[in-house]
């Protein structure tokens, strides 16, 4: 239990931080850009805690197509066997980025190493990649519409990113 308590409560303040820099850099509402007295992105944390609140409550209706019998799960399961293939995706990005820093930037200053590397982030992204390949061969329920979804962020964010760079060149 204090496992799952620490992981979620890092989770919790990294989403809203999360929040908070999209918000700085125009991608996100600005209200969620702002700190309170204290440092913290209170209204990110709120929208944060508002959004997983509704994803706990919401029930999905599932019909055995074999009984036909009804059975009701619970949406946030359901949504993180669609985000599972999703944040392997990009997981397997972030360190594969660590490749093309180094070589784009070799002389740059390293205030974190990489253990092991390059040996460590090789073996990391050859086992996601086999994760990613047995989820989409057989959960291909799971997978698919995850995948859709992670999709559906590009158009928005170039929406967003249209948006608010017209409202930068507007103030400039």
Sequence with gaps: ??????????????????YYAMAQDGLFFRSIGRLNANHV?????????????LLVLLRTRLVDSATGSVHYGNLYSVLLDYVVFAVLIFYVLTIGGLFVLRRKRPNAERPYRAWGYPVVP????????????????????DTWPGLVIVLLGVPVYRLWSRHSSAGMRIRE
């Design 41 to 53: 992105p209170a209204m990110g944390l709120m929208l944060q805690g508002i959004w997983a609140g």
């Design 1 to 18: 239990m204090v496992s799952t308590f620490g992981c979620a409560n890092g989770l919790i303040l990294a989403g809203a931080r999360v």
């Design 122 to 141: 090789v073996l990391y992204i050859v086992t996601a990649a086999v994760i990613m390949l047995i989820l989409i061969l057989y959960q291909t329920q």
